[in-house]
């Protein structure tokens, strides 16, 4: 597949590599189950609970790296001004 996207974009033919490799990544990427946003939403809610406590990341709502930064931009910003004292 990769040869045939390589041809794709290049004038002359390619030849045939001379070894290749599968590498899988198992477990690299969240599997969202079916109602993950709204179980999203409930854990959001929870969060808010917590001063202080903000969540982020391919857990939440998109595991490419644009939906990542995304999320972390989401989480700073409901960050407070000032830190947050735990505890007595
Ligand atoms: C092989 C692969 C290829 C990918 N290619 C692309 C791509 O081409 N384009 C794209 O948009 N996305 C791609 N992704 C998806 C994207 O890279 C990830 O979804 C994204 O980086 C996840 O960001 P994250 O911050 O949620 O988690 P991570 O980047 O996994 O960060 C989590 C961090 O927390 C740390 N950590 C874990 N446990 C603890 C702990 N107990 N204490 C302290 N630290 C801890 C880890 O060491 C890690 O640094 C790819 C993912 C994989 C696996």
């Known amino acids: 597949m990769a040869l045939t996207d ?13 070894d290749a490799v599968v590498t899988r990544w198992g477990g690299g990427l969240p599997q ?5 946003l709204e179980r999203i939403k409930t854990v959001r809610a929870s969060i808010a609970q917590v001063p202080g406590l ?21 989480a700073v910003s409901e960050l407070p001004a000032s830190p947050v004292r735990m505890g007595p």
């Open 6 to 18: 390589l041809q794709r974009v290049r004038r002359e033919g390619l030849s045939e590599p001379i």
């Open 32 to 36: 969202y189950a079916v109602g993950h």
């Open 54 to 74: 903000v969540i982020c990341g391919a857990v939440m709502e998109g595991v490419g790296i644009p939906a990542c930064i995304a999320s972390a931009t989401r």
